[in-house]
C-alpha cells in the first residue's frame, strides 16, 4: 500500500497546532528492509522511526503505538536538517538467532536470555549516517499524548533515551515550541522545506539542486508475529539539507517554513 500526502483539503479538522523539534545525533542508521549483506540505510528517518521514537519518549510499550499513529490519528513532516552523508563501519556482532542465545539465571524466577559471548563474532559491514538531523513536525489526535508530549519535550525529559535508529546512536532533542498548522502558501509552484511525499512528478528542476527519491515504511499494523508494515511513502528531498521547487502541491507553513504532513 502506498500513502498519499496530506493537503490542506483533507487535513483532519481538528488539526490546527502542531510539535516540532529537532533530532540529531553524531551516528544514525535506518536500517533498509530489503536484505543485503551491507547493511544499508535510508537516508531520510522513516515515519514508523519517528513513530517509535516519540513513543519511546512517551514510555509506550513496544507494538503498542501503531493505532496512536494511525492515518488520519497522525500527521508528521520531515525535513532534513543537515546535509545527509553516509560512510561503511565494519563491526562485529553476535547472533540474537535464538538458538545462539544463553539463559541468565535459568532456575531463578527471573531469568533472560542474552547473546553467548563464547561463540565467534560476525563481520557486517554497516551504512552509517554521519551526524544526521531532522526537523519533525508531528500532531496527534490523541489529546492526551499530545499534552504528554509537550509537557516532555518542554521540560527536556524523555522516558527512554532517544536514539537514531540503533540504541548505541544516541540522539538529541531540541524543542522548538508549538506552532499553528497554516494554509499555503498557494501559486503555481512553492518551495518546499520538509520532505515532499509522492511527488516525484511535480519536481521543479533547479540549478544546482539535487533531489533524491527514496521509499520507506509509514505505517504498521500489530499481527501475530508482532508488526508488520501496512503502507509505504515515496519521499522526494534535497540531500543537501536545502529545499526543493514542486507544483501542483497545496502544503502548509508551520514556524514560517512550508511543509507537507503524511
Known amino acids: 500500500m502506498t500513502l498519499h500526502a496530506s493537503t490542506a483539503s483533507n487535513l483532519p479538522d ?6 516540532s523539534f529537532t533530532i540529531s545525533g553524531p551516528w544514525g542508521h535506518f ?12 537516508r531520510v528517518i ?8 516519540i513513543a519511546a519518549m512517551l514510555g509506550i510499550e513496544r507494538d503498542g503505538y501503531y493505532d496512536l499513529f494511525a492515518p488520519g490519528e497522525s500527521l508528521v513532516a520531515i525535513e532534513p536538517a543537515t546535509e545527509l552523508r553516509t560512510m561503511k563501519l565494519p563491526m562485529n556482532t553476535l547472533s540474537t538467532a535464538d538458538e545462539h542465545l544463553a539463559s541468565l539465571n535459568p532456575r531463578g524466577k527471573l531469568s ?17 549516517l554521519v551526524d544526521p538531523a531532522y526537523r519533525v513536525d508531528v ?56 520532505t515532499v511525499p509522492e511527488a516525484v512528478d511535480s519536481i521543479v528542476p533547479q540549478p544546482d539542486t539535487r533531489y533524491q527519491i527514496e521509499q520507506t515504511p509509514a505505517f504498521m499494523e500489530r499481527d501475530e508475529g508482532g508488526r508488520t ?14 529545499s526543493l521547487r514542486l507544483t501542483d502541491l497545496s502544503p502548509q507553513t ?7 504532513f503524511t
Open 112 to 128: 533472560i536470555k542474552l547473546p553467548d559471548p563464547s561463540k565467534p563474532r560476525q563481520q557486517h559491514n554497516y551504512e552509517v
Open 46 to 53: 522513516p515515519r514508523t522511526t519517528v513513530a517509535g521514537l
Open 139 to 194: 500532531w496527534l489526535s490523541d489529546d492526551k499524548r499530545y499534552e504528554q508530549l509537550r509537557s516532555l519535550l518542554e521540560s527536556g525529559e524523555s522516558y527512554y533515551v532517544p536514539s537514531l535508529g540503533l540504541s548505541e546512536y544516541l540522539a538529541t532533542v531540541e524543542y522548538h515550541g508549538e506552532f499553528p498548522i497554516e494554509t499555503g502558501p498557494n501559486g503555481e509552484t512553492v518551495t518546499i522545506d520538509s
Open 31 to 42: 536500517r533498509r528492509i530489503e536484505g543485503n549483506i551491507v547493511k544499508q540505510t535510508y
Open 254 to 260: 508551520v514556524d514560517g517554513r512550508v511543509v507537507v
Open 14 to 19: 481538528d488539526a490546527e497546532t502542531c510539535l
Open 229 to 242: 508494515t501496512s503502507a509505504f511513502v515515496s519521499y522526494a528531498y534535497n540531500p543537501d539539507g536545502g
